[in-house]
Nanobody
């Protein structure tokens, strides 16, 4: 089991910045990737960014150049720096970790944090 606690989020004007953080606890040795997803009203949950234990990063196309994901393996945290925010970035953002769970893998999710970008 992995427990996730998110922080950050809130209300910001378009063009502004926010930083999200997520701390993992529990069976952290089984984590191989940490990341963020988001879900806007009426839409499916989508990948924002993900980073592996080795430091490889992957971003959704619409976030490239604006968002930066980072990970502190010593503290078991993952952060998302969001710059140049747009109203269409408004969504609930979820922290996600992927773990090895023999014979396959498993996902754990945070409770979600609201990000609202106003004009």
């Amino acid at each position: 089991q992995v427990q996730l606690v998110e922080s950050g989020g809130g209300l910001v004007q378009a063009g502004g910045s926010l930083r999200l953080s997520c701390a993992a606890s529990g069976s952290i040795s089984s984590i191989y990737a940490m990341g963020w997803y988001r879900q806007a009203p009426g839409k499916q949950r989508e990948l924002v960014a993900i980073i592996t234990s080795g430091g490889s990063r992957n971003y959704a196309d619409s976030m490239k150049g604006r968002f930066t994901i980072s990970r502190d393996n010593a503290k078991n945290t993952v952060s998302l720096q969001m710059n140049s925010l747009k109203p269409e970035d408004t969504a609930v953002y979820y922290c996600n970790v992927k773990v090895w769970a023999s014979p396959g893998t498993a996902d754990y999710w945070g409770q979600g944090t609201q990000v609202t970008v106003s004009l």
